[in-house]
């Protein structure tokens, strides 16, 4: 499963993308995350259905200096990341 992820809230300049990025290894996702515009962030996470579950309940929380307002949630097509990456 592929999903793409928008992450509102207060969520840039606390780590986020890092902390999603070992969320993701530890769940085997691979994709990417980036900082968007008007401070959300997004990320493509692809792998299965129970870890693409559980890494969508860590984006609600992200890490402890987030505020996490919103998570929009959508599914992406299917894509062959090699790991997870932190676009900047």
Not at 30 to 36: Q, Y
């Amino acid at each position: 499963m592929t999903i793409q992820l928008i992450i509102k809230g207060k969520v840039q300049g606390v780590f986020y993308r890092a902390s999603a990025k070992d969320a993701a290894e530890r769940l085997c996702i691979t994709g990417w995350a980036k900082n968007i515009h008007a401070g959300h962030v997004e990320i493509v996470a692809s792998g299965t259905d129970e870890a693409v579950d559980q890494f969508i309940e860590w984006c609600k929380q992200g890490p402890p200096r987030a505020i996490v307002k919103e998570v929009v949630v959508s599914v992406a097509a299917e894509e062959n990341f090699e790991g997870f990456e932190i676009i900047r």
